[in-house]
């Protein structure tokens, strides 16, 4: 059986704060997002919990008169709960060693764990937003190749399809 998923990185936010809304822009690439899946079949929508994954979504929601539900597990990954003035460094290791976990936070296995589940419990057509960490983690699990180079690449917003067939799954990115 085969399972069609749209991962979406949320639109253009005013900071990185779970409650950061979208900004102006953000808010206009939201409505183009609604266009873009225009004649794309959704069965769902599903989010994480933080305020720019859920307004980069609501016009689709509202156009589709689907609801949004929010899945914490899609909530982006935490790096560490210390300030870390080379974050962007620690982010590169930590796609070469997804073990490696800093104070506080989690390590790229753990969130590209709890994340997958999401995509393995989503029914077909479902579209899942997230974030650009985990959305590169999940990408990765698909893609070997995906890393550090490819995640820096995202896009505010981005879109890929996922489709999954079996033990067999590819990935393309959609958004241009």
Wanted: with cysteine.
């Amino acid at each position: 059986m085969q399972k069609t998923l749209y991962l979406i990185r949320h639109c253009k936010a005013a900071g990185q704060a779970p409650d950061a809304e979208l900004t102006a822009e953000g808010r206009q690439q939201a409505e183009t997002l609604t266009a873009f899946f225009k004649e794309i079949e959704i069965s769902h929508i599903i989010s994480s919990p933080f305020t720019r994954a859920i307004q980069s979504i609501e016009p689709l929601s509202a156009s589709r008169e689907l609801p949004v539900q929010i899945d914490d597990r899609l909530a982006e990954r935490v790096l560490s709960t210390e300030d870390l003035p080379d974050w962007m460094e620690k982010l590169e290791q930590s796609f070469n060693d997804f073990d490696l976990k800093f104070e506080g936070g989690e390590s790229a296995r753990e969130a590209a764990k709890r994340g997958a589940a999401v995509l393995d419990e989503a029914p077909d057509h479902a579209v899942l937003v997230t974030h650009g960490n985990m959305m590169g983690l999940l990408l990765k699990k698909f893609e070997e190749a995906y890393g550090f180079e490819e995640w820096k690449a995202l896009s505010n917003p981005d879109v890929y399809v996922l489709v999954i067939e079996g033990e067999e799954a590819s990935i393309k990115r959609m958004w241009k």
